[in-house]
């Protein structure tokens, strides 16, 4: 399988939310986790992910709870 245009994904999921978003960069991914879940986000888990050797692998996985101001 060929490397994806954007090798990074997040994953968001709550109790009534389930959204995947696709980034070109790790910055770019961790930029919409910061938004996503703080405030009145219905979302409170985001699974990182990165493309590595020919498959999506687990990078790390961030709460609501990690966020300032979440």
């Known amino acids: 399988m060929t490397k994806p ?12 939310v389930r959204a995947e978003s696709a980034h070109t960069s790790e910055a770019k991914a ?3 986790i910061r938004a996503a879940l703080g405030g ?3 979302a409170d888990t985001a699974r990182v992910e990165q493309w590595e050797g020919g498959r999506w692998r687990h990078f790390e996985t ?6 300032p101001n979440a």
Do not use: Q
């Open 5 to 16: 245009r954007k090798p990074w994904r997040v994953i968001l999921t709550g109790p009534d």
């Open 62 to 67: 961030v709460t609501a709870d990690e966020i």
């Open 30 to 32: 961790y930029t919409l």
């Open 40 to 42: 009145a986000s219905p």
